[in-house]
Every structure is written in C-alpha cells, then in structure tokens.
C-alpha cells in the first residue's frame, strides 16, 4: 500500500491514510505531563506561562496600579494622621458598599483614639458656648457628608487616589476638630 | 389691696431684672508692673474682649472693666513670664456663658512673646513683634503680624490678620470661622473645616491651605523653589500666583471644573470615570502648585 501526501491531491476520504505512525514514542512525555514530573514537562510549563504573561498584560498593569495607590494611601494615613507612627483610619460611619481598603481601617491606635473622642464629644459639646457649639456641631456634620461622599465616591471608583488622600486628609481633619473640642472643653483654659 | 397683690410678683420682676442689668459690669481694674522687654505674657479671659497692644515701655499694663461674674484679676510675675487672668465666680456649669463681660485692655512690651487664651472673647493684638499665639473658642481673633511667628486658632470664631510684609510662620486654624489674611509673607498653613480662607502672601514660601466645604481664595507670590498645596473637599480653589520664575503644576478635580489663564486644557483622567487633571510647567518651574478637590472647581492663574 502505498501512502499518499497532501501534495498528492486527496478526493475521497478513502485516499486518507488510516493511521499515521509518529516518528517516536510520545507516551513517555505524556505521561510526565499528566504526572507533573519528567525531563521534558518544564519545557511545556514554560511555554505555557509565557502564554499567559502575553495574553493579559493590563490585568497585571491593574493589579500594580492598586497595589502602588495603596501603598500611598497607607503612607498619607501614617504620615498625616495626630501621633507618630503609623496611625490610619477607622471604619466609623462607613457606609455598606464602600470599599475602602483594609490597611486604612485597621489600626487599633487611631480607632481608640476616634473613639474616645467621639464618646466624649456630647458632654464636650455641652461645655461650649451655645452658638459655638450649634457652629461646632454643623461643621462636624460636614465632615461627616464629606466623608461619606467620598467613600461612595470610591466606592465607585475604588483605585482613584485624589479620593484616597482627599478621605484621609477629611479623617484628619475630623481628628483636628475632635481635639479642638476637646481642648476648648476645658473649663478656664480657652482652648 | 386685691390690686396691689396683682402686681407685686410684677414689680419684684423688675426690680430683679433691672439689678441682674445694672451688674453686668461690677467695678474696674487697674496695675502695672515690671516687666522684661523681651519676656512672655499671658492673658486668659472667658467673657468679653482682650485687647493687646505693644508698647516702648518694659512694663506691663492692665485696664479692665469687669463683668458681674468676676472674682478678680490676677496679675503675676515669675522670672519673665507675666501672667493675667480673669478669674470667674466659680460656677463649673456656666464658666462661659456669664452675663457680665470682662474688657481686658494690656500694654505689654512690644517684643514680647505673647500668649493669650479666651473662651467666648474676642481678642485683639497689635504692635506685638514677638511670637504670638492667640486662641480662643467663640471669639473673634483680629491681630497684625509681626517679624515673628504666630499661631492663631480658633474654634467657631473668625480671624482676622494682617501682616507688613515680612517673613514669618503662619499657622492658623478655624472649625466654622472665616479667615482673612493680608500682606503676609513667608510660610503659611491655614485650615478651616466650613469657613471661607481669603488669604494673601508676598512673597510665599511654603504655602498649605485646606477646607473640607469652604472656598479658598489665594493671592500673592511665590518664591523661588515655594510650595503652595492647596485642598477641599467641596469648596472651590481659586489661586493667582505670580512668581519669581514659573511654577510646575497639577490640578485634579473629580467632579469639578478646572481653569487656567494661560490656555491649558484641562484632561479627562479617564476614558470613561469622572475626573479631570491638569498638568504642566510656567517659565521655569521652580516653585510647585498642587491643587486638588473633589466637587469644588480650580481655577488657576501664574499673576495676581
């Protein structure tokens, strides 16, 4: 029987070969591959993951973009915050669905310290002035929608660093008001 | 008779209020004593007015017209520290809401440190050369600014400063007040949370001024290599900045509008989220401008 190519010109399915023979034995890197060992099997790995890198390069891109406004989320909130050291923000009044990144919520320093604040902030209030608390409670009411616009802001928009430093610098600035109160509290001492 | 008991509860009524009127203000106070020409005076007062101003003399002088409420004035002096305080009655619930005001007049030495603290007072200083911190919580703050640095902070009061031109270090804050600042120069960092900043420095070295809903307003120049930040959260930016040579700049605003007036144009941050940037370089570029809010508009100009 002789055996045709392609160059041969195929007309019926008849003239196909019914097996080709290949020119050595497969079996034994086929079965490496399915066993993930054998010489040849880091060959095929390695051209697997290169497929990989090349098909999705902006997912990478993404995923670093994240990671560095992160990283300088973080820092603005250490940096910036009362207290030296790392002192990032809390989860006070976060609404659900904002996806403010954990590092930003976390410390247990900065959460004591808003809450303390915030649990003294009635009893405070009552020591101020009467117009000076009525302008005190409005201005704390405007921190608070300005956070909150921008959580869902960034909720929406969750890698947008304008956002990011403009939310921390707004939970400092809750912090400055906080303390100001405090201080101004404190009967005989102005503030 | 029956007429009579009608109109007792009336009349003892009046009577009372128009005692309560009449002791708003129960006698005056007046002392001087030595001072260092270079010491540090303090002044607290709770109710009314302290007025401040600097004089040739090293002496300390103290006027005051006392409210109902007041127990005494105290001046003393430890070393080069003069301190005069207003001292209430002492009735912890109400120490700052007394129906009687103290108006507290001090002539200190003009480069004295100066240090005064009020509760619903408005505060005055003018004259004064040396470091100045100025506090209060309700009052109004109005003070000219010498050579020397001064912190000015008040809670839901306004400040009111202005400068001669030379170079100091400003830090002023204010939670609900308005702050007005003319013919400063040198480094300042202002903040309010819903009061307007009006600011003017000339020249200006590093510049930091936030709101989180009140507009800024910036005027002045910037110095070789300045940095001028500014920042709201709702409130607009507006800034003209001449300079010695150009500035490098970045504006972003995420829902707002951004100018200029040098034909820049202002680009989308992203091909479909909200966002908007603006970036590049006057002249040379040695000083650097950031501005940045979330729903306030920039506007930006390089000349006053």
Redesign the interface.
Same mark, same amino acid.
């Given at each position: 029987m002789t055996t045709r190519g392609p160059k041969d010109g195929v007309t019926t399915l008849r003239e196909l070969p019914r097996a080709i023979e290949p020119g050595r034995d497969l079996w034994p890197q086929i079965e490496s591959e399915i066993s993930g060992r054998g010489a040849t099997a880091p060959a095929a790995q390695a051209t697997v993951s290169t497929r990989r890198g090349h098909g999705t390069p902006l997912r990478w891109l993404a995923a670093a973009a994240m990671v560095g406004a992160l990283a300088v989320g973080v820092w603005i909130g250490r940096s910036v915050l009362p207290g030296a050291g790392p002192a990032p923000l809390a989860q006070a009044a976060r609404p659900a669905g904002a996806t403010l990144p954990a590092a930003w919520v976390s410390d247990p320093r900065y959460q004591r310290q808003h809450e303390e604040l915030m649990r003294s902030l009635g009893a405070q209030l009552a020591a101020l002035p009467p117009a000076s608390r009525v302008k005190v409670m409005a201005s704390l009411t405007t921190i608070r929608q300005a956070k909150q616009q921008l959580e869902e802001a960034l909720g929406k928009d969750p890698g947008n660093a304008l956002l990011q430093e403009l939310l921390v610098n707004t939970y400092q600035d809750e912090m400055r008001v906080l303390t100001d109160v405090r201080e101004a509290s404190d009967a005989g001492k102005g503030i | 008779m029956r007429m009579t008991h009608r109109l007792l509860p009336a009349v003892i009524a009046l009577i009372a209020s128009a005692w309560a009127w009449g002791s708003d203000t129960s006698g005056t106070f007046e002392r001087e004593v030595a001072a260092d020409a270079h010491g540090v005076v303090e002044i607290?007062n709770?109710n009314g007015t302290v007025d401040v101003t600097g004089w040739d003399r090293a002496a300390v002088s103290v006027k005051a017209e006392l409210g109902a409420d007041v127990d005494r004035v105290e001046v003393t002096t430890s070393g080069n520290h003069t301190m005069i305080r207003v001292v209430?009655r002492h009735s912890?619930a109400s120490?700052?809401?007394g129906h009687g005001e103290t108006h507290l007049r001090v002539q200190v030495p003009k480069d004295s440190e100066l240090d005064v603290?009020?509760?619903?007072a408005n505060a005055t200083s003018a004259g004064v050369l040396g470091t100045q911190r100025l506090?209060?919580?309700?009052g109004d703050i109005t003070a000219e600014i010498g050579p020397s640095d001064i912190e000015v902070?008040?809670?839901?009061g306004s400040l009111k400063l202005r400068g001669k031109g030379e170079p100091a270090k400003l830090h002023l804050?204010t939670?609900?007040?308005d702050l007005e600042l003319k013919h400063a120069a040198g480094d300042l960092e202002a !903040?309010t949370?819903?009061g307007e900043l009006t600011v003017e420095v000339d020249p200006a070295g590093s510049v930091r001024l936030?709101s !989180?809903?009140g507009d800024i307003r910036f005027e002045g120049r910037l110095r070789h290599g300045a940095d001028f930040d500014a920042?709201s959260?709702?409130g607009d930016l507006n800034v003209r900045a001449g300079t010695e040579d150009g500035f490098a700049f970045e504006a972003?605003s995420?829902t707002g509008d951004i100018r200029d007036c040098f034909n820049v144009e202002a680009q989308r941050t992203g091909e479909y989220?909200?966002?908007t940037k603006m970036n590049g370089t006057r002249g040379a570029g040695s000083a650097h401008v950031r501005l940045? !809010?979330?729903?306030g508009e920039i506007d930006l100009c390089d000349r006053r």
């Open positions: - | 607290s709770t209430q912890p120490f700052n809401f603290s009020a509760v619903s506090k209060t919580v309700s902070k008040s809670v839901s804050s939670v609900s007040g !903040t949370v819903s936030r !989180t809903s920042q959260v709702s972003a995420v989220g909200p966002g940045k !809010t979330m729903s």
